[in-house]
T-cell receptor, first 114, second 111 residues
């Protein structure tokens, strides 16, 4: 199975600042995604991270607020910009294995904005 | 809008009761279907998945699900629940390459 790691695992940030979350996957993963899970809610897809090009964002999410990079196959970052308390969530990195088409999830980054 | 619907928001059962959680989707064409479980304070764990073949899928911990294409449904079942099954259950559909989740069903099993 694919292994996905994220860091930081959690952070407490002040309003107006930005946080960059890193996601590292092993070589089995081809496609990468970023999800948000707000407290007591389900997972919402933020965007598909495309290697070497701009991410594909879902309705309601914009690049200025959630810039995403994927410089190579195994690494991606999500930045939460100009944070507000409403951004307090768990942010999850996910990848699809190119071998068994399984979808794997990272452990998540728990973000609290004060 | 295309969606994944889980109609039961909170289900409360006694131990040994049978469980069925509903999941319907509105995506056309070929889809991959999943059920995930999230225990309190933990991250997602895959229970089972359907890609093709036998529409009755068996997963871990005694769970199974049946894909009924004509009804666009993928209901999760377990014949006898345990207190340790208390968790949040998410149905997910992958119509293309990206996975879409239902709102989740919270299951509480009383000992």
């Amino acid at each position: 199975s694919a292994v996905i790691s994220q860091k930081p695992s959690r952070d407490i940030c002040q309003r107006g600042t930005s946080l960059t979350i890193q996601c590292q996957v092993d070589s089995q993963v081809t496609m990468m995604f970023w999800y948000r899970q707000q407290p007591g809610q389900s997972l919402t897809l933020i965007a598909t991270a495309n290697q070497g090009s701009e991410a594909t964002y879902e309705s309601g999410f914009v690049i200025d607020k959630f810039p995403i990079s994927r410089p190579n196959l195994t690494f991606s970052t999500l930045t939460v910009s100009n944070m507000s308390p409403e951004d307090s969530s768990i942010y999850l990195c996910s990848g699809t294995s190119g071998r068994d088409y399984e979808q794997y999830f990272g452990p998540g980054t728990r973000l609290t904005v004060t | 809008a295309q969606s994944v619907s889980q109609h039961n928001h909170h289900v409360i059962l006694s131990e040994a009761a049978s469980l069925e959680l509903g999941c319907n989707y509105s995506y056309g064409g070929t889809v991959n279907l999943f059920w995930y479980v999230q225990y309190p304070g933990q991250h997602l764990q895959l229970l089972l998945k359907y890609f093709s073949g036998d529409p009755l899928v068996k997963g871990i911990k005694g769970f199974e699900a049946e894909f009924i294409k004509s009804k666009f449904s993928f209901n999760l079942r377990k014949p006898s629940v345990q207190w340790s099954d208390t968790a949040e259950y998410f149905c997910a559909v992958r119509p293309n390459n990206d996975m879409r989740f239902g709102a989740g069903t919270r299951l509480t099993v009383k000992p």
